[in-house]
């Protein structure tokens, strides 16, 4: 019953807010790799840059689009076995991720206030794949389809608000790969900062 | 137009966020380290073997006095500026894992064979090539001989040591690396690779 209560409350508050069309955001990214992603790049990235523009359904839901940029990078010597061997050497390993995808939300509470929301992109991931090693580089771009959780908060300052949140990126295996029999996903977690601006 | 100044300072506001996230950006990508700078940074050192082989069981090896060359020109026996550090360097790595050197072929448990081969390769430059190698040779002009903003011909070098008996190859050691003009450069090069060779080959000279 209590459990309503809140629930009935946070909806009548957020209606009573309603007033806002749109928002956007613009957000510096440091991002952790994850999952198999780790055995390609371990090392963080702090390259990053993302937009979103969301238009409100509701006082609590929107829909919207969200892309970005993010590059991760590593050097390594450490050697690595292949099959009936090893091989040593400087590694220079990049990851790039250009996500353009769609995007929805759902909201707590009016805009003037610290307003926590969760929401789920879905869309496409441009990755960009290289390893260089002596004089040899092998390099794969690719199209896949992926997704990504959000939960974060707008946070008003003055006028603007900043925006606080984090992603789960899965970027789904391609269908086929020149350099893995098996190809993986791309996964990382990204961590944004930035202003959000409602209108 | 009225929307427009009614908001200026909110205008005023996300411009000067985004050209401090963009700031932000453009200083992390100062900081950011742009693949190989040196050389040997473009050395590799590969090592293959047969995994049915126990290199326990053998004691002696013979290996030639000559390294063969090859390249586009042809193969050649002639003797090398590095042959002899070359060869050094591989005997004394065989006798710290307890393999002795014999003269005689023919009273040898295994047979060390080395070969150079060199040939050109096109080395793509991608951005951090290109921006390498454009501010390395910009003093010759961007269009000159130097820089062509795409790729560069380089000559590499691969030594490779092959690790025989009588029934088969047993064992591969291949160092990659660009060639240089520099005698001392390369001789410390090759020690290093010669000896990371013996290093990541852990199963030389034990009993699996």
Redesign the interface.
């Known amino acids: 019953m209590k459990l309503l209560s809140t629930f009935l409350l946070v909806v009548v508050l957020s209606f009573a807010a309603f007033g806002q069309e749109y928002m956007t955001t ?3 990214n440091i991002s952790a790799p994850a999952g198999e992603t780790t055995q390609f790049i371990e090392a963080p990235s ?2 990053g ?1 993302s937009f979103d523009g969301r238009k409100f359904l509701t006082s609590f839901l929107s829909v919207g689009f969200y892309t970005g940029w993010q590059v991760f ?1 590593e ?1 390594a010597s450490d ?1 690595f076995p ?1 099959e ?7 590694q ?1 390993r990049y990851l790039n991720s250009f996500p353009i995808m769609l995007n929805t939300h759902l909201y707590i509470g009016p805009d003037q206030c610290l307003r926590p929301f969760v929401g789920i992109n879905a869309g496409a991931y441009f990755t960009w794949k ?1 390893l ?6 092998a390099e794969e771009k690719k199209w896949v389809l992926g997704f990504a959780p959000e939960a974060g908060m707008t946070v008003p300052v ?3 608000h900043i925006n606080l949140s984090a992603k789960y990126n899965y970027a789904l295996p391609p269908g086929e790969s020149d350099y893995y029999e098996e190809p993986e996903p791309i996964q990382y977690v990204s961590f944004h900062i ?2 959000a ?1 409602y209108r | 137009m009225l929307l427009f100044k009614k908001n200026l ?2 205008w005023v ?2 411009s000067l ?2 050209i401090l ?1 963009l700031a ?2 453009f200083l ?2 100062a900081c ?2 742009f ?2 700078e040196d050389i040997e ?11 049915n082989v126990n290199f326990g069981n053998f004691k002696t090896y013979a290996m030639p006095d000559t390294v063969v060359k090859v390249s586009n020109s042809g193969v050649s026996n002639e003797s090398g500026q590095y042959d002899a550090l070359i060869l050094s360097q591989i005997e004394a790595n065989m006798a710290a894992i307890g393999y002795t050197r014999v003269n005689n072929p023919n009273q040898a448990d295994m047979l060390m064979t080395v070969t150079i081969a060199s040939e050109g ?1 096109n ?2 430059t ?1 951005y ?1 090539y290109g921006d390498y190698y454009g501010n390395r040779y910009d003093d010759y002009g961007t269009g000159g001989y130097y820089y062509t903003g795409s790729e560069y011909q ?1 000559e ?1 070098g691969t030594v490779l040591m092959s690790l025989a008996n009588q029934e088969s190859e047993m064992w ?1 050691g291949l160092l ?3 060639t240089e003009q520099s005698f001392t450069n390369t001789s410390r090069r090759l020690i290093e690779l010669i000896n ?1 060779a013996f290093v ?2 852990p199963y030389l000279g034990t009993s699996q």
Do not use: K
Not at chain 2, 41 to 51: K, P, Q
């Open positions: 613009l957000t510096y702090y390259l840059l990078y050097q050697a292949v009936q061997g090893t091989i040593s050497g400087n220079y290289r260089n090693i002596g004089v040899l580089q003055g006028d603007i930035g202003f601006y | 300072h909110l506001r996300a966020l985004s996230i932000s950006m992390l990508q950011f380290p693949g190989p940074d473009f050395d590799i050192v590969g090592t293959f073997y047969d995994e390769y080395l793509n991608s951090e380089v590499t591969l990659n690396g660009i990371q990541q080959s």
